[in-house]
């Protein structure tokens, strides 16, 4: 293992790097290879798309969005992950990965179009190495690993980061595609982001096992780290991808969070879960632990947290504005367009029969 | 030209295609050092390596889904389901994600990608190997199916299903496999997607098939031939999409059709023709458009009596089409 490592190893059961006080485990510093900049970026991007996600939100409860499923609490798990990666190397996402989107420079405008229903694709996933969203669940998990199968064949060195929450982890296509992954060594980090709750079920009644055991039943290691320590994250994630492109195959990250929001909005989590427990999770909050050690190591003062917060409030405006302005899509163009590359003269007839039945009968 | 069986054109194919281009490889159980049960890979391990000829562990949703994520990489895989029998645990990575992945992206992205699957009965298989599925996956928008009954269509169609740039279900119906032997051309021999074939020019009444009913067709054809019936027989190809135009035109020239397939009767493919000729060809009617199917049980146990009970044959076309021919 990469030294990077070490510093998540050093505690267990839950590996940390920073303490729910923001004081270190570690050191980091020396392990991780980030300049003082790299440090301050993370924590930029993680209050970023936080007042993005709650923009978002804001948006669904204005009538704006037709949906939205926030990720707050889950910021380190998402920046953590996507900065330790090359920006050549891939990630299939679930459906609440908005904040590794925005990291991998998506605009995110453009990606609330999905869930302003104009369209179902906002962005080519080559250009971005960035899969489409993945609404069932863990059938991204399978094509991160075909994805691999394919770098290893054409030996680029891009290795795969897939993510899913704890539900998908009862999923069969989560099973297969970890067994097929062991068996060929593919390049691929399985991050779990298990946020304790899949809608209503809580993680007792997901499964009786500990995430991260798993990966030995497939030849390959786990580890369990403190999800809500974006310097934990960015370090397992560092050593499991650079153990990815020297050949020895894939890793399983259960980064334990916790989903401080509703599953999306149209649920209601008063129905199953208390106050308590939320307040326990604020108080690991990602964002403010790390805060407080910026400042204590001299990276970060007032003067820093207050441009970066209004950075975040000028993003979070921007995205709103060009939302707003999106054009409402043609529905031929919308809806034919991209069902298959090359239509066949049948299709193209249902086309032009869909777009005259449209027009006004006068 | 060669003369080939339907096996040896599919093999011979892949073959062309993975010498060709480099992305192309082979995924599916069995495939590597067996070549296939059906030995449809036979040589190709040895020749292309255990990374291009890849023996998948026994999950047939993670062979259609390592398919997808490698087509995304810009590779052309090629998945083998063993049994069409066997593609239903991969029936979400077809139906959500293959046949829907293009629509959830923009700018230049497609999904190349081929999912192979030996179908029908006729070979004893009994119900977990005798099933056909061309009409539940013909039903998904974003899915090309395909399903080629003599060798020079397999392997034209096979090679252009590899180029193609979106998902494409390919059906090789197993009892052809061997039976079936035909002239293959010399050179690339591509057959287009999307276009069905006249096998047999005739004037009274039209049979429309695929698979190994085309060959019963044939066979039924040349039988009414004797009786004085001209028969055309048209074959379809591909499935979906339908060549809408040759079906209404074999359906003006005739007035008289009869769809013929292996499937189950409700929702199936003769369904959906017979819709096609009643939109476009009404007025070019003299009879009523008949349809000769399996019934719609799930397949047949492998007694020989039963199995021939449950498919249509030479004979039972034989016996609709005279009634069509003296309606």
């Given at each position: 293992m990469a030294d990077s490592a070490q510093v998540v190893r050093e505690q267990d059961p839950v590996r940390s790097v920073l303490r729910a006080d923001g004081s270190l485990a570690g050191d980091p510093r020396r392990a991780l290879g980030l300049t003082p900049e790299g440090f301050v970026d993370l924590y930029r991007k993680m209050v970023s798309i936080r007042r993005a996600d709650q923009e978002a939100l804001n948006l669904q409860r204005q009538g704006e969005l037709g949906l939205w499923g926030q990720f707050l609490g889950q910021e380190a798990a998402h920046v953590g992950a996507t900065m330790a990666l090359e920006p050549t190397d891939w990630i299939f996402p679930s459906y609440r990965e908005f904040g590794m989107a925005m990291c991998r420079g998506i605009d995110p405008a453009t990606m609330l179009t999905v869930f302003r229903g104009l369209t179902h694709g906002a962005w080519d996933p080559r250009k971005f190495h960035f899969a489409p969203l993945a609404i069932p669940v863990a059938t991204q998990v399978p094509h991160a690993v075909g994805f691999a199968m394919g770098s290893r064949l054409e030996g680029s060195g891009e290795v795969v980061l897939v993510t899913f929450g704890d539900g998908a982890t009862s999923a069969g296509d989560w099973h297969e595609a970890m067994n097929f992954a062991g068996v060929f060594k593919a390049p691929v980090i399985f991050l779990c982001q298990n946020n304790y709750w899949a809608i209503s079920v809580p993680l007792p009644r997901q499964t009786a096992g500990r995430i991260a055991d798993r990966a030995a039943g497939y030849g390959f290691p786990g580890i369990r780290i403190d999800g809500n320590d974006v310097l934990a994250v960015f370090a397992a994630t560092r050593a499991a991808a650079e153990r990815a492109r020297r050949g020895d195959g894939p890793y399983l990250i259960e980064a334990q969070t916790y989903r401080m929001g509703a599953h999306t909005s149209s649920d209601d989590p008063t129905r199953y879960r208390t106050a308590a427990e939320l307040e326990a999770w604020s108080s690991k909050d990602p964002i403010a632990r790390y805060e407080r050690w910026l400042r204590a190591e001299g990276l970060l003062d007032q003067a820093g947290v207050d441009g970066i917060g209004k950075e975040a409030e000028s993003t979070a405006e921007k995205m709103r504005t060009r939302l707003r302005e999106a054009p409402a899509p043609d529905p031929g163009k919308a809806m034919f367009d991209r069902v298959y590359s090359r239509p066949s003269p049948g299709f193209q007839q249902e086309r032009e029969e869909f777009e005259s039945s449209l027009e006004s009968p006068g | 030209m060669a003369r080939q069986t339907v096996i040896e054109a599919i093999r011979q194919a892949m073959d062309e295609e993975m010498e060709r281009d480099p992305s192309v490889f082979v995924i599916g159980e069995d495939v590597g050092r067996r070549g296939g049960v059906f030995l449809a890979t036979d040589g190709l391990h040895k020749k292309y390596g255990e990374m291009r000829v890849i023996d998948s562990p026994l999950a047939e949703s993670c062979i259609v889904g390592v398919a997808i994520g490698a087509a995304v990489n810009g590779m052309r895989p090629i998945a083998e389901i063993q049994f069409a029998d066997f593609i239903a645990p991969a029936m979400n990575q077809i139906i959500e994600e293959a046949a829907r992945f293009c629509y959830r992206t923009a700018g230049d992205f497609n999904l190349p990608m081929v999912i192979r699957a030996p179908w029908g009965g006729g070979v004893h298989g009994a119900l977990y190997h005798s099933q056909s599925i061309e009409a539940t996956f013909s039903h998904i928008p974003g899915l090309k199916v395909v399903a080629p009954g003599t060798p020079a269509d397999a392997r034209g169609l096979l090679k252009s299903?590899?180029?193609?740039?979106?998902?494409?279900?390919?059906?090789?119906?197993?009892?052809?496999?061997?039976?079936?032997?035909?002239?293959?051309?010399?050179?690339?021999?591509?057959?287009?997607?999307?276009?069905?074939?006249?096998?047999?020019?005739?004037?009274?009444?039209?049979?429309?098939?695929?698979?190994?009913?085309?060959?019963?067709?044939?066979?039924?054809?040349?039988?009414?031939?004797?009786?004085?019936?001209?028969?055309?027989?048209?074959?379809?190809?591909?499935?979906?999409?339908?060549?809408?135009?040759?079906?209404?035109?074999?359906?003006?020239?005739?007035?008289?059709?009869?769809?013929?397939?292996?499937?189950?009767?409700f929702a199936g493919i003769a369904g959906e023709v017979i819709a096609v000729i009643m939109e476009h060809a009404f007025d070019s009617l003299d009879a009523p458009v008949m349809r000769l199917t399996a019934p719609d049980v799930p397949a047949m146990p492998f007694n020989h009596v039963l199995e021939e009970a449950f498919m249509p044959n030479v004979d039972k076309i034989l016996a609709k089409a005279r009634e069509l021919a003296a309606y």
């Open positions: - | 299903a590899v180029r193609d740039p979106d998902p494409v279900l390919y059906l090789e119906h197993k009892r052809t496999y061997r039976l079936i032997r035909g002239e293959v051309p010399d050179g690339d021999g591509l057959v287009p997607i999307g276009k069905a074939d006249v096998k047999r020019e005739g004037k009274d009444l039209s049979l429309i098939a695929y698979g190994l009913m085309l060959q019963y067709c044939l066979e039924a054809a040349e039988k009414l031939a004797q009786d004085g019936v001209s028969a055309e027989v048209l074959d379809l190809r591909t499935i979906k999409p339908m060549d809408e135009a040759a079906v209404i035109a074999t359906a003006k020239k005739t007035g008289k059709v009869l769809v013929v397939h292996e499937d189950n009767r």
